[in-house]
């Protein structure tokens, strides 16, 4: 059944195309063509249209990153987790903070670092005001890799859970079922 659905979808056009570019081009390490989608999408995405916004600016600092321009990468880190701020998603600010500082720290960037430490560690509340999280126990339930319409890169620490066996796509929003 499941190699059913990945004939299906092989050969149906993406409805994100331009997305699943970008996802594409981060994996053959075409770092630089992938921010500037990155960033054109993530700035498109502040207006609504479907997309989102947070994750796309989190993706286009790590294309800086990985293209060896941190200097271009922080504001994008910075937005990426501000928009997470402001919508309350601190599960995801603490996930997608923790893997963004130990990213700079393998690339000895320490002041880059210490700053979205900070960004992080003022910004949640004490762990005991934080909402209890919703979705499932995710250690049980397996998610694709990938986003099937987008393509993107999925993880089950980072996504916004529809229901016990479906969470959100981070990038596009569509849902994400469980394997
Ligand atoms: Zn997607």
């Excluded at 995405?45 to 800086?64: C, D, K, Y």
């Excluded at 987790?81 to 000895?108: C, P, S, T």
Aim: hydrophobic share 40%; glycine share 8%.
């Amino acid at each position: 059944m499941r190699q059913a659905l990945g004939r299906l979808f092989q050969g149906t056009a993406s409805p994100f195309p331009a997305l699943r570019r970008a996802h594409e081009m981060m994996s053959l390490g075409e770092y630089a063509q992938a921010a500037m989608t990155f960033e054109q999408l993530a700035c498109a995405a502040e207006a609504p249209n479907g997309l989102r916004a947070p994750h796309l600016h989190l993706q286009a600092g790590r294309a800086r990153l990985l293209n060896n321009q941190p200097a271009a990468a922080l504001p994008h880190f910075k937005r990426g987790l501000e928009l997470l701020i402001e919508n309350g998603r601190y599960n995801q600010v603490y996930r997608a903070g923790q893997r963004i500082v130990q990213e700079l720290k393998l690339r000895g960037l320490e002041r880059e670092a210490r700053e979205i430490a900070a960004l992080v560690g003022t910004s949640i509340p004490a762990i005991a005001d934080m909402p209890t999280e919703r979705g499932p126990d995710v250690a049980a339930v397996l998610l694709p890799t990938h986003c099937e319409s987008c393509g993107g890169p999925v993880r089950a620490t980072e996504v916004e859970w529809l229901d016990s066996r479906t969470a959100e796509c981070p990038y596009c929003g569509s849902p994400v079922r469980a394997l």
